[in-house]
Nanobody, 120 residues
Framework: QVQLVESGGGLVQPGGSLRLSCAAS????????MGWYRQAPGKQRELVAVILSGGSTRYASSVKGRFTISRDNAKNTVYLQMNSLKSDDTAVYYC??????????????WGQGTQVTVSS
């Protein structure tokens, strides 16, 4: 069994910053892709940023230049540094990871989500 636990969400004023963390634990052999998605009220879940095990990254155009994704492979943890936050960034942010577990099952796992609210 693999668990993803997010932290770091909260309330921030426009123009502010937040850093999200997501730690994977359990029976893990390896983790390939790690990423962040978000879902605003009444909208579909969308990709925010993704990072491969080798460090390659991809961002949604709406966050490029403001958000930075990184990972610590030794800690099985992915981070999302969010700067210059806007009200449109308000959403529940979900962590996702592509994991090969101890039974050699390869699957994608989701965290429980963390709320980010950008408001004055």
């Amino acid at each position: 069994q693999v668990q993803l636990v997010e932290s770091g969400g909260g309330l921030v004023q426009p123009g502010g910053s937040l850093r999200l963390s997501c730690a994977a634990s359990g029976s893990i052999v390896s983790i390939n892709t790690m990423g962040w998605y978000r879902q605003a009220p009444g909208k579909q879940r969308e990709l925010v940023a993704v990072i491969l095990s080798g460090g390659s990254t991809r961002y949604a155009s709406s966050v490029k230049g403001r958000f930075t994704i990184s990972r610590d492979n030794a800690k099985n943890t992915v981070y999302l540094q969010m700067n210059s936050l806007k009200s449109d960034d308000t959403a529940v942010y979900y962590c996702n990871a592509g994991v090969l577990d101890g039974s050699l099952y390869a699957g994608h796992y989701w965290g429980q989500g963390t709320q980010v609210t950008v408001s004055s």
